[in-house]
């Protein structure tokens, strides 16, 4: 059985400019997270969608940060525009439902703001 | 609020000794309780979980936890440590009310190091 997918794997970009990240979760998996881990942090949850539909953005932050995730399947989280601090490993999890189910993991994509 | 405190940020052992990682959370409901395991440049892999029933919980590769809800804690144990679980370990708890269900709250990590 296939992973979580995630592209690209690592990517520097300056500041100000944007970014775009993409998570291909596991077949027939409705629930896809985006968590945000910065160096020496446990992963922090950005959003969770319920199959198309957001469950959970309550820490994200909309002034720069959005995503979204088309027919219910791959979703992509956007930076535009980066700041400094925004420098973090980004990861996607998946799951067969939200509550109680095992969350599988992507590899995370590492993101560095110059 | 809802967290998790792993007191040990580094941890080092010698290979063939026992190790045990300290998890403690503060949650006012029955708590859905992980661990997870991060080698370097990979993703986290769930090593075990505790939703009820038996307070000792088995999981992958000799891991094992322990939930005591009087200590609010979920300390993670194995008998006998290999040079490949060199690696961080996260400690974390399920959100599991309202709109928040599913979600994790993650400690800050335990590195462990291991000692040939």
């Known amino acids: 059985e296939a992973g979580v997918a995630q592209s690209p794997r690592y990517k520097i970009i300056e500041k100000r400019q944007s970014v775009a990240f993409w998570c291909n979760p596991i077949s027939g998996h409705a629930t896809l997270y985006w968590y945000q881990q910065i160096l020496g942090q446990g992963p922090k949850l950005l959003i969770q969608?319920?199959?198309?539909?957001?469950?959970?953005d309550s820490q994200l932050p909309k002034d720069r940060f959005s995503a979204e995730r088309l027919k219910g399947v791959d979703s992509t989280l956007k930076i535009q525009p980066a700041k400094l601090e925004d420098s973090a490993v980004y990861l996607c999890a998946s799951s067969f439902s939200g509550r109680s189910n095992t969350q599988y993991f992507g590899p995370g994509t590492r993101l560095t703001v110059l | 609020a809802q967290s998790v405190t792993q007191p040990d940020i580094h941890i080092t052992v010698s290979e063939g000794a026992s190790l045990e990682l300290r998890c403690n959370y503060s949650?006012?409901?029955?708590?859905?309780l992980f661990w997870y395991v991060q080698s370097p440049g990979q993703g986290l892999q769930l090593l075990l979980k505790y939703f009820s029933g038996d307070t000792l919980v088995q999981g992958i590769k000799g891991f094992e936890a322990e939930f005591k809800r009087s200590q609010s804690s979920f300390n993670l144990r194995k008998p006998s440590v290999h040079w490949s679980d060199a690696a961080e370990y996260f400690c974390?708890?399920?959100?599991?009310?309202?709109?928040?269900?599913?979600?994790?709250?993650f400690g800050k990590g335990t590195k462990l190091s291991v000692k040939p």
């Open positions: 969608f319920q199959n198309n539909g957001v469950v959970d």
């Open positions: 974390a708890v399920e959100l599991n009310y309202g709109g928040s269900q599913g979600n994790l709250i």
């Open positions: 949650y006012g409901a029955t708590p859905y």
